[in-house]
């Protein structure tokens, strides 16, 4: 096992003796709860905290919505990542489908404030740290507006990214409709 990922196991009061690696889903033994880990280095170590730090916030607003985040460990321009681990293979059906949007409702609703979190609600729209959409950064700045948070932090955030003249001209006719 990643030094980092026994370090974030051991953070949380696990044994190491009681864990059994299989690649990146790790069991623990007693309970037979498994346990996805991660490793990052570079360009997907920003992608990791937050995705670290978005199960986080999930975890806040709606219980059993996301896997919860065991640790994050990072050391110089690495880091290691365990989360539960959930087999989705079996789920489906109208009563799985309206539960997870109760759930991705009561998400998207304010949690409640928590000392010291550095990713907890403004009351404006936005992240406290930057997160992904696949290896694409996403603009997660803090705004007063969800319609300029949307308009300007994500469709235009992403038109900029592009970097076409002739679609940023159609946009710059357009986001403000």
Not at 39 to 44: E, K, P, S, V
Not at 49 to 74: D, F, H, Q, R, Y
Not at 155 to 173: F, H, R, S, T
Request: net charge negative; aromatic share 8%.
């Amino acid at each position: 096992m990643h030094p980092l990922v026994s370090k974030a196991f051991q953070s949380k009061g696990f044994n190491l003796s009681d864990l059994q690696p299989s690649g990146n889903i790790v069991t623990h033994i007693p309970t037979s709860k498994k346990y996805l880990t991660r490793i990052a280095t570079g360009q997907a170590l920003p992608q990791m905290k937050g995705e670290a730090a978005g199960l986080g916030a999930m975890s806040l607003t709606s219980k059993n919505l996301a896997p919860k985040l065991i640790g994050l460990e990072v050391e110089g321009g690495e880091g290691g990542m365990v989360s539960e681990y959930w087999d989705l293979g079996g789920k489906g059906g109208g009563d799985y489908q309206r539960e997870l949007a109760r759930k991705i409702a009561q998400m998207h609703s304010p949690p409640p404030a928590l000392e010291g979190e550095e990713v907890g609600y403004t009351g404006k729209y936005g992240f406290g740290v930057p997160t992904h959409c696949g290896i694409s950064e996403l603009d997660n700045t803090w705004e007063e507006s969800w319609e300029v948070f949307y308009r300007d932090r994500r469709l235009g955030d992403v038109i900029k990214k592009i970097n076409d003249n002739d679609l940023n001209a159609e946009w710059e006719k357009m986001k403000n409709k």
